[in-house]
Nanobody, 123 residues
Framework: QVRPVESGGGLVQAGGSLRLSCIVS????????MGWFRQAPGKERESVAA????????RYADSVKGRFTISRDNAKNTVYLQMNSLKPENTAVYYC????????????????WGQGPQVTVST
């Protein structure tokens, strides 16, 4: 079991950018496929992006394709989510999660979750 720890959330104006980081300390992150999810107030948690153990396979929700990029640096035990051209509807708590299964966008497949930083996009 690992405990992902996210950082990099905050307040940004619409059209701006943020980069979220997620570090895993207990075991090598290369053992895990990783995903980013988000939950806005009053809405269900939704998948944002996922990346395979080696970083060769990435998946994105249609709503973020072309604007968000998931990447990883296994040597640093860190996964990133670069978010560009942010919109107010991207406001949510963003969660990093780890799974020993192959890369997946399904929240139910993830076992270990971070606490989630708040990302707020203002108009």
């Amino acid at each position: 079991q690992v405990r992902p720890v996210e950082s990099g959330g905050g307040l940004v104006q619409a059209g701006g950018s943020l980069r979220l980081s997620c570090i895993v300390s207990e075991r090598a992150v290369s053992n895990y496929a990783m995903g980013w999810f988000r939950q806005a107030p009053g809405k269900e948690r939704e998948s944002v992006a996922a990346i395979s153990r080696g970083g060769t396979i990435t998946r994105y929700a249609d709503s973020v394709k072309g604007r968000f990029t998931i990447s990883r640096d296994n040597a640093k035990n860190t996964v990133y989510l670069q978010m560009n051209s942010l919109k107010p509807e991207n406001t949510a708590v963003y969660y990093c999660a780890a799974t020993e299964q192959p890369s997946t966008m399904e929240a139910k497949d993830y076992d270990d979750w971070g606490q989630g930083p708040q990302v707020t996009v203002s108009t």
